[in-house]
């Protein structure tokens, strides 16, 4: 018997590990979140992130300027100005998908843009089954996304993949605040809806996704047949027991149920 849990924080912007983290994404594998698109097969989608830690980094984002860290920003992720003003750290993800295919490709679909979490240390994220859902706080534009779960397995190429569908969180762009890029949405992921996939195609005979795992790490696709630009931020990532509508000890979390 496995004894419920409250929410467990997977990433949480305003922590400073993962506020380093965040602030060490890049295309490389060393460490830090990392992005992909299909340039590596010969396509022309490009994806870029970047932290966006506090309002004045937002600003200066959003006049297309690229917000500075100081050596130790990791370990100040906010200040008074963005406490007073409630501004939530969070990381962008935006860029372009063009479903073309280069002239030299041997690829036969194209028009991707990947994004990819830390791998967790100690072996991943124990998940003991005493969780049933991903939550994840975003904002989305829209676009149909795809969650990642990469599970320590038997079979290394097995990969848990569930959609967001929902509507763009702020359909007016002219409305959202200056100042903080407007609200979040907090989204919540059963896992038991997660499909297992291999090489991008399902697999025939399913095991189900029950939270009795070890995730090694997530990420998120954009693969959607579309061209065009595309904008996604993160705020957090939580492992939730949801049942009735209700997460399970939101202000306990080491109630058990």
Same mark, same amino acid.
């Given at each position: 018997e496995?004894?419920?849990?409250?929410?467990? &924080?997977?990433?949480?912007m305003? @922590?400073?590990?993962?506020?380093? %983290?965040?602030m060490a994404v890049?295309?490389s594998?060393?460490g830090g979140w *990392?992005?992909?698109?299909d #340039?590596?097969i010969g /396509?022309?989608?490009r /994806?870029?992130?970047?932290?966006?830690?506090?309002?004045?980094d937002y600003?200066?984002f959003?006049?297309? /300027?690229?917000?500075?860290?100081?050596?130790?920003d990791g370990?100040n992720?906010t200040?008074?100005e963005? $406490?007073d003003s %409630? !501004?939530v750290p !969070?990381?962008?993800?935006?860029g372009? &998908?063009d479903?073309? =295919?280069? #002239?030299n490709?041997?690829a036969?679909?194209?028009?991707y843009?990947?994004l +990819?979490?830390p =791998?967790?240390?100690? %072996?991943?994220?124990?998940?003991?089954?005493?969780?049933?859902?991903? #939550?994840?706080t975003?904002r989305s534009?829209? *676009? =149909?996304y &795809?969650?990642n779960?990469?599970?320590?397995?038997?079979f290394?190429?097995d990969?848990y993949?569930?959609?967001?569908? $929902?509507p763009?969180? @702020?359909?007016?762009?002219?409305?959202?605040?200056?100042?903080t890029g407007? %609200? !979040?949405?907090?989204?919540v992921?059963?896992f038991?809806?997660?499909?297992?996939t291999?090489?991008? +195609?399902? $697999?025939?005979?399913q +095991?189900?996704l029950?939270g009795g $795992? *070890?995730?090694?790490?997530?990420g998120? &696709?954009?693969?959607?047949?579309?061209?065009?630009?595309?904008?996604?931020d993160i705020a957090?990532?939580r492992?939730?027991?949801?049942? @009735? /509508?209700? =997460?399970l000890?939101?202000?306990?979390?080491?109630?058990p149920y």
């Amino acid at each position: 018997e496995h004894m419920l849990k409250g929410p467990v &924080t997977l990433f949480d912007m305003t @922590h400073p590990e993962d506020a380093a %983290d965040a602030m060490a994404v890049s295309a490389s594998d060393l460490g830090g979140w *990392r992005i992909s698109d299909d #340039e590596v097969i010969g /396509g022309f989608s490009r /994806g870029k992130a970047r932290f966006i830690r506090k309002s004045s980094d937002y600003t200066q984002f959003m006049k297309g /300027g690229d917000p500075k860290y100081e050596p130790d920003d990791g370990e100040n992720v906010t200040s008074k100005e963005d $406490v007073d003003s %409630d !501004f939530v750290p !969070f990381l962008r993800w935006n860029g372009t &998908t063009d479903i073309n =295919i280069g #002239e030299n490709s041997r690829a036969v679909r194209s028009g991707y843009c990947a994004l +990819r979490s830390p =791998i967790f240390a100690f %072996d991943g994220a124990d998940l003991g089954k005493k969780y049933n859902a991903l #939550e994840v706080t975003c904002r989305s534009d829209g *676009r =149909i996304y &795809t969650v990642n779960l990469k599970i320590s397995s038997y079979f290394p190429d097995d990969l848990y993949q569930g959609m967001i569908t $929902v509507p763009a969180t @702020h359909s007016n762009k002219e409305t959202v605040c200056q100042k903080t890029g407007g %609200d !979040f949405v907090t989204l919540v992921m059963p896992f038991q809806d997660f499909i297992l996939t291999k090489a991008g +195609r399902m $697999v025939e005979v399913q +095991r189900r996704l029950d939270g009795g $795992v *070890r995730l090694e790490y997530l990420g998120f &696709t954009l693969m959607d047949g579309e061209d065009g630009d595309f904008e996604f931020d993160i705020a957090r990532i939580r492992a939730i027991n949801y049942y @009735h /509508g209700e =997460i399970l000890g939101e202000t306990d979390d080491e109630a058990p149920y």
